[in-house]
């Protein structure tokens, strides 16, 4: 049977799919930027290796969040992986907070982008945003890793089932 041939099914319903992906587990990260258009950040469990050559990721942003401009007009992000224990500052920056209070929660630092790096993240990876592909109400934003740093002696945190889960690297068996 081809597929124009296949029987027409009723839509998988938003909430059906989001159901289903609260059962796929993913790391935590506070994608930053900054730049002409300010300072701006937000969580997002969105994040995805593309390639190694050149190193390439990509994230992927709801147009109708309050920072999507910035990300747009600055070019560049920090992807700053979340250890357990900061829970917390994936709250705030995933919220309604105003920019100053999420970024006055933690220190920051730069490297090559101007992006902010987490002080204390399990891992860093700064970029340039390459390419931004509209798709659906998200923009994914394919971005080249300029510089890398890491900590990760710490255990990670995951969210899954709607909630955090701190991963220690004992466990990886
Ligand atoms: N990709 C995204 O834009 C994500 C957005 N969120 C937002 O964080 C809040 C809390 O999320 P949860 O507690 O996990 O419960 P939830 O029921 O809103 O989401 C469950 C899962 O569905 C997916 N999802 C949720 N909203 C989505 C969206 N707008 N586009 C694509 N995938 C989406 C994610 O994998 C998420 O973990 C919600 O407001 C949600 O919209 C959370 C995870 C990913
Ligand atoms: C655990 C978690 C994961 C999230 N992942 C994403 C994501 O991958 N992409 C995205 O666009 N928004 C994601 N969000 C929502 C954004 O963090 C939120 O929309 C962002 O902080 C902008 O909010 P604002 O419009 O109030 O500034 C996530 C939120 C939480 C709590």
């Given at each position: 049977?081809?597929?124009?041939?296949?029987?027409?099914?009723?839509?998988?319903?938003?909430?059906?799919?989001?159901?289903?992906?609260?059962?796929l587990g993913a790391a935590v990260n506070i994608i930053t930027t900054d730049g002409p258009a300010g300072r701006a950040g937000f969580t997002a469990t969105a994040v995805c290796s593309v390639s190694d050559t050149p190193p390439t990721l990509l994230v992927c942003l709801n147009r109708n969040a309050s920072v999507?401009?910035?990300?747009?007009?600055?070019?560049?992000?920090?992807?700053?992986?979340?250890?357990a224990g900061q829970e917390s500052l994936s709250t705030l920056f995933g919220g309604k907070t105003p920019m100053t209070e999420r970024f006055a929660a933690a220190r920051w630092h730069t490297q090559r982008s101007?992006?902010?790096?987490?002080?204390?993240?399990?891992?860093?990876?700064?970029?340039?945003?390459?390419?931004?592909?509209?798709?659906?109400?998200?923009?994914i934003?394919?971005?080249?890793?300029?510089?890398?740093?890491?900590?990760?002696?710490?255990?990670?945190?995951?969210?899954?089932?709607?909630?955090?889960?701190?991963?220690?690297r004992q466990d990886a068996r």
């Amino acid at each position: 049977m081809s597929v124009h041939e296949l029987p027409l099914l009723p839509e998988v319903s938003q909430q059906a799919f989001r159901d289903a992906m609260s059962g796929l587990g993913a790391a935590v990260n506070i994608i930053t930027t900054d730049g002409p258009a300010g300072r701006a950040g937000f969580t997002a469990t969105a994040v995805c290796s593309v390639s190694d050559t050149p190193p390439t990721l990509l994230v992927c942003l709801n147009r109708n969040a309050s920072v999507w401009p910035l990300f747009r007009d600055n070019g560049v992000l920090c992807v700053n992986t979340l250890a357990a224990g900061q829970e917390s500052l994936s709250t705030l920056f995933g919220g309604k907070t105003p920019m100053t209070e999420r970024f006055a929660a933690a220190r920051w630092h730069t490297q090559r982008s101007g992006a902010p790096l987490l002080q204390g993240a399990l891992m860093a990876f700064d970029c340039t945003i390459t390419q931004v592909v509209s798709v659906a109400t998200h923009d994914i934003l394919f971005s080249n890793v300029m510089a890398l740093e890491r900590h990760d002696a710490q255990p990670g945190l995951m969210w899954f089932d709607r909630r955090y889960h701190a991963l220690s690297r004992q466990d990886a068996r």
